[in-house]
């Protein structure tokens, strides 16, 4: 809260962020919780020293929660809300700050368990897997966005007054690709830290809800009933895309096993 507050958004930034709902703070509260829980459990599950748990935890949750929530607004500017590209950079930055409760966690809840050398990974198929991963996040989200649009109407009347505000469909495809490609190489350092297909695929999925939940959070540039349908096909969306990402992602270590 305190990192937000500091940060000196534009303002339609501030003016779209505004909400009168009584409970915000509840939902901040639950927000802040997914994401303290997503640590906790890496750090319970990770077989690594402090020092090089802090760094992979922080690197993969600033890029996958903060960098790939606002990585479009940064590099094309944002067609439907009021966000500047220096409001994307002021949004990344805090959600870094808040990152400075790692080391708390690391110290309350890593366990003593037996140090694992770096896992050796095949760099060479690593190109042809995230190629997969980037297709596996389109059809993810295009599979969730048809369900959505058929079962809600008024989600059917804002999806597509969305589209017509969006880059022609091959352009649009083409960067959904590029953000998964991009979901699946910020996930990649938590192989080195965790030993169990199992514990990795609930870890990369944790990850990635991270990424969508703050959808709970009330703002003034979707309706309530809009942005739970939102967080209803997000949420869906990123557990089928977590899970492949961590099936296809296991298979690039060279020391392999099924945990």
Known sequence: MVASAIMPYSQGMQEMSS????????????????ICFTIYYIIKKAHSNGMMLFFYIIFVMFFVQ?????????????????????????????????????PLLIKFFQQKKDLIAENKLNYKI?????????????????????????????????YGETITNT????????????????YGAF??????????KREF???????????????IIPNE?????IRYIYLFE????????????????WRIRKNNNNG
């Open 19 to 34: 909400s009168d709902n009584p409970f915000i703070l509840l939902f901040m509260l639950v927000y802040c919780a997914c």
């Open 66 to 102: 903060s960098f790939m929530a606002h990585i479009e607004t940064l590099f094309f500017g944002s067609t439907l809300f009021s966000a500047t590209k220096l409001d994307a950079v002021l949004l990344m930055l805090s959600g870094l700050l808040p990152l400075a409760v790692v």
């Open 126 to 158: 690593i190109p042809v897997k995230l190629v997969i991963i980037g297709i596996a996040y389109l059809c993810s989200f295009v599979l969730f966005g048809f369900l959505m649009t058929l079962i809600f109407e008024d989600f059917r009347t804002h």
């Open 167 to 182: 880059p022609n469909g091959v352009l649009n495809a083409s960067i959904q690709i590029l953000r998964g490609v991009l």
């Open 187 to 196: 996930i990649i350092p938590l192989l080195n830290i965790l030993k169990s």
């Open 201 to 215: 695929i609930i870890s990369v999925c944790l990850v990635y809800l991270c990424a969508t939940i703050q959808l």
């Open 221 to 225: 540039m979707f309706t309530d009933r």
């Open 234 to 249: 997000m949420t869906g969306a990123m557990l089928l895309f977590g899970i492949i990402v961590g099936n296809v992602l």
